[in-house]
């Protein structure tokens, strides 16, 4: 195996580790569970976020909603016209 394929299996210690497998939940838990924006990070100069446990980018969805820009410390979400926007640290 090349060097460059061993690369790709080191984990970058500067990132959080998450369990990127589906985790099913109930329609009722799914209502219930508010939003929250655990980390922004930039890999490979896209920038993706973690929501709520999932890594999403811009145009991915979570939940009902639709992530619509990733800034520094905060994520755009709109759903049906609305927007909300979540923050690393709550204000």
């Known amino acids: 195996m090349a060097p460059s394929a061993y690369a790709d299996k080191i984990h970058d210690p500067t990132l959080p580790k998450v369990?990127?497998?589906p985790v099913e939940q109930s329609a009722e838990s799914e209502q219930t569970d508010e939003l929250s924006?655990?980390?922004v990070v930039n890999k490979r100069g896209i920038q993706m976020a973690f929501i709520?446990?999932?890594?999403?980018?811009?145009?991915?969805?979570v939940r009902e909603f639709k992530v619509s820009k990733i800034n520094n410390n905060n994520v755009v979400l709109l759903k049906s016209g609305s927007q909300k926007?979540?923050?690393?640290?709550?204000k």
């Open 85 to 90: 926007r979540l923050y690393v640290y709550e």
């Open 37 to 39: 924006l655990q980390g």
């Open 52 to 61: 709520s446990g999932e890594l999403v980018k811009v145009g991915d969805s």
């Open 19 to 21: 369990n990127l497998e």
